[in-house]
């Protein structure tokens, strides 16, 4: 029986086009009516799912940034929990010595120091997915991006860090080359407090060491009485790890990482296919046949 269906959004719940297709806005509705509790779990802030979900009329409540922060369904914040400055200062130290491009996302929103480096490095992320784009329309695109998601410019985040009033909830670093990402990596590894992981192959993010979805999800089910061996998590990549290993349905995308099909209990369709739909259905059914 499962009474709970968490989803992560990029890779699994959103297509190519970063949309929720209205096959899977179907199966959420369709679990819903059957009295399943449904939301979302994603590394993204509050404000940058919902621009998402209001597209197609999805009001859940949401697991944020990795599981810093739970809002109910009307975005009110029913947990959250950030990184001390001190510890937030040597994160930015290696990422800055790195020369890596960064956003840090906040209780007071997202910030970035560098408005040109950071359309840059998006385009560059996605002319690798996507080389024959035009440049031009490919900048426009990135461009629409930032003013969507109101991204904060400032000088540098001293005023952030020391702020009593702003909690810093993630970092989000962007980079194409591997090896540099796999060398930050082994550097923030040695900072205590922290959780280093990644939403895809060119990406890394940190938070509170006890900031993860899987944290996040068992939270938010006690609170509500319900048990995460009748809860269902899908998910594609390494920071949905933390729920998949300990649900009693685990959902991996068909596009996932091997390591992530590997812990799941069912492996579903791709993200551009409606995998979560097909997921949700097959659920169903077998609560219909049991």
Known sequence: MIKCIATDMDGTLLNASQEVSEENKLAIEAARKQGIDFLVATGRSYHDLR???DKVGIR?????????EIRDAEGNVEFGIGLEAVIAEKVAYVLD???????????????????????????????????????????????KRFKKRLIKIV????????????????????????????????RLEQINGITVTTSGRQNI?????????????KRYTEKRGISLEET????????DLSMLEMVGHSVA??????????????????????????????????????
């Not at 390591?259 to 069912?266: G, L, N, Q, S, V």
Request: include cysteine.
């Open 205 to 217: 993010e940190i938070t509170h060491k006890n900031a993860k979805k899987g944290n996040a999800l």
């Open 60 to 68: 859940c409540p949401a697991i944020c940034l990795n599981g810093a």
């Open 51 to 53: 621009y998402v979900l």
């Open 97 to 143: 010595n790195a020369d890596m491009y960064y956003e840090l996302y906040t209780s007071n929103g997202t910030y970035t120091t560098n408005y040109e480096k950071g359309i840059q490095a998006v385009m560059d992320i996605y002319r690798t997915a996507n080389p024959s784009i035009e440049v031009s329309k490919l900048r426009q695109r990135v461009e």
């Open 155 to 186: 000088d540098d985040f001293d005023d952030v860090f020391g702020s009593e009033d702003i909690t810093t909830y993630k970092f989000f670093g962007f980079s194409k080359d591997q090896s540099l990402l796999v060398e930050v990596s082994k």
């Open 232 to 239: 269902m998590a899908l998910g594609d990549n390494y920071n």
């Open 253 to 290: 995308m068909g596009n996932a990482e091997k390591e992530i099909k590997d812990t799941c209990r069912y492996v579903t369709g791709l993200n551009t296919e409606d995998g979560v739909a097909e997921a949700i259905y097959k659920a169903l059914e077998e609560m219909a046949i049991s």
